[in-house]
């Protein structure tokens, strides 16, 4: 049976990063940022999910189609980001809702530790 899941993978001028996948393999949310190689994209994903707790979700409208999309930030730092935007706030918000539950019931034990290309 599929579970909702984080894949590491190599962006095209990037370098590294990551991204949250739904049960069904739909992006929910990715990284607000690239990293320069895969050791620190897991420690970016550890620190998501050790604060996961103490994280602010923002739903924002942006771009010249003034569409929704949401934001998590610690610290004043945005850790995670919406994979899409969407037509209407309520779409963006349940999209975040979902992200942040599913990557709290993700188990410790089964976040990346490395990604092999």
Not at 94 to 101: A, H
Request: net charge positive; glycine share 4%; charged share 20%.
């Amino acid at each position: 049976m599929a579970v909702a899941r984080f894949q590491i993978y190599r962006s095209a001028g990037n370098g590294v990063t990551w991204r949250f996948l739904s049960a069904n393999n739909r992006s929910i949310g990715q990284a607000a940022v690239g990293f320069a190689d895969t050791d620190h994209c897991v420690a970016a994903l550890r620190e998501l999910y050790d604060q996961l707790d103490s994280a602010s979700a923002t739903i924002i409208r942006e771009g010249p189609k003034q569409l929704w999309s949401w934001r998590v930030r610690v610290a004043d730092r945005d850790l995670a980001v919406s994979s899409r935007q969407y037509h209407r706030r309520v779409q963006a918000t349940y999209s975040c809702r979902s992200f942040l539950e599913l990557v709290s019931q993700a188990q410790n034990a089964h976040l990346p530790r490395a990604a092999h290309f």
